[in-house]
């Protein structure tokens, strides 16, 4: 295997970096206070529009696509888009900055693989312009729905429309004041084969029926603009033209969109451990305890190596995952896939806390990003699939690698 980055992708993130520290590193706690202010809830940053343009302007827009789309992306591969995620995701909220953001990331892929061209004309070009962001929603709050079989809401034919019922929750994104559209998972036959009942249909946020009954807080944080939602959906009615790929491809669809998605979030979550790792190793040349820095406790610098090399072996696993991807498919590295959604978010976790516990009460509050970070970083143990439903479809995988049936 070779993980030696392509000229494209070391240009961009030399170009990313210095975009950061230019432009974003100086405005990071003025974003931050604005947002925890309770009078800003689901308001935007006014600085935004601005850095977006910028970002444009820098050819840093869309490079998540991993493939081009005309001149509104530069054609990335998954390895070689690995390296800006990571970088990104050292600033929670950065990523929007670059049109790299979920979930319009995933929906964005959904459209460019799944959307007819008028779906496509509607909705994709306007995301791809960052003109509107977008919502997902498939996870219901009465069902188990870490699998995603068990979703009840129904989409049911009526002429020429769907009708649309059920309650979702943990709705990325549709907090948002530019919130434009969803993509909605639900049953348009209840009766069929267990994995083709569901369909993905596309319901603009102002369609009547559609209601955000409540924002969702993690851990306290808001996650504001784009938040999560609970929302009703009361005999929505959209038109049947607005149904993704066909009646019962739901589920196809909805494989095709995590695999892509998966490295994106673990690649942030190595990027917000490596930044924790420098924040704790930068304190302990600060800090004099019992007469002595800490950086000379052999307990501090055992904590500080440790955390190195679960960070590089995580980002050398991720990186053989988008590797896969790209040469193979992600049907093909779905083990991978999997492994990688159970180990980051466990190793970013770790190193993390050791960081906060290094940096003692600055540690747990406001003025550096490491609750922020943890709290993002638990939750990830959940979206996109929990641990345990990875580790029993990952168990089952390589057991049956083994075994002669």
């Given at each position: 295997m070779n993980f030696d980055y392509s000229d494209k992708s070391i240009a961009l993130q030399e170009k990313l970096k210095d975009f950061l520290e230019t432009y974003v590193h100086p405005i990071e706690k003025e974003v931050e206070l604005f947002h925890q202010n309770p009078e800003n809830s689901w308001k935007r940053w006014p600085g935004m529009e601005a850095l977006k343009q910028k970002a444009k302007n820098a050819g840093l827009w869309n490079v998540f696509l991993p493939s081009a789309y005309g001149e509104l992306s530069p054609g990335l591969s998954n390895l070689e888009y690995a390296p800006l995620a990571e970088i990104m995701g050292r600033i929670i909220w950065s990523s929007e900055i670059f049109n790299c953001s979920p979930p319009d990331t995933g929906n964005m892929e959904v459209l460019a693989k799944y959307g007819n061209p008028d779906q496509q004309d509607k909705w994709l070009k306007p995301l791809l312009n960052g003109e509107i962001r977008s919502a997902f929603l498939m996870t219901e709050p009465?069902?188990?729905?870490?699998?995603?079989?068990?979703?009840?809401?129904?989409?049911?034919?009526?002429?020429?429309?769907?009708?649309?019922?059920?309650?979702?929750?943990?709705?990325?994104?549709?907090?948002?004041?530019?919130?434009?559209?969803?993509?909605?998972?639900?049953?348009?036959?209840?009766?069929?084969?267990?994995?083709?009942?569901?369909?993905?249909?596309?319901?603009?946020?102002?369609?009547?029926?559609?209601?955000?009954?409540?924002?969702?807080?993690?851990?306290?944080?808001?996650?504001?603009?784009?938040?999560?939602a609970e929302i009703i959906l009361d005999n929505v009615r959209v038109p049947k033209s607005n149904l993704l790929l066909g009646e019962g491809r739901g589920f196809e669809i909805a494989q095709g969109r995590l695999g892509p998605g998966r490295i994106h979030h673990c690649m942030r979550l190595i990027g917000m451990a490596q930044r924790s790792l420098e924040i704790m190793s930068k304190r302990t040349v600060q800090r004099k305890p019992f007469g002595r820095t800490l950086d000379t406790f052999s307990s501090i610098r055992q904590d500080i190596a440790l955390s190195a090399c679960e960070i590089e072996q995580t980002r050398l696993l991720v990186l053989s995952a988008a590797d896969k991807m790209d040469k193979v498919g992600n049907k093909e590295a779905k083990d991978l896939i999997a492994m990688i959604k159970i180990v980051t978010p466990q190793m970013a976790l770790r190193v993390i806390d050791r960081a906060i516990q290094i940096l003692g009460g600055k540690g747990v509050g406001s003025d550096t990003p490491l609750a922020h970070f943890y709290a993002a970083a638990r939750t990830l143990r959940l979206a996109d699939g929990p641990d345990e439903v990875h580790m029993s479809q990952l168990g089952k995988s390589t057991i049956n690698k083994y075994v002669k049936k």
């Open positions: 009465d069902v188990a729905s870490s699998d995603a079989t068990n979703i009840e809401t129904s989409i049911i034919s009526d002429g020429n429309d769907y009708v649309i019922n059920g309650r979702k929750w943990w709705s990325s994104g549709a907090m948002d004041p530019n919130c434009k559209i969803a993509i909605v998972m639900g049953k348009t036959n209840f009766d069929a084969p267990r994995h083709v009942q569901q369909s993905m249909v596309l319901v603009p946020m102002d369609t009547p029926g559609l209601k955000i009954e409540r924002a969702l807080s993690v851990f306290g944080y808001t996650d504001s603009p784009e938040g999560h």
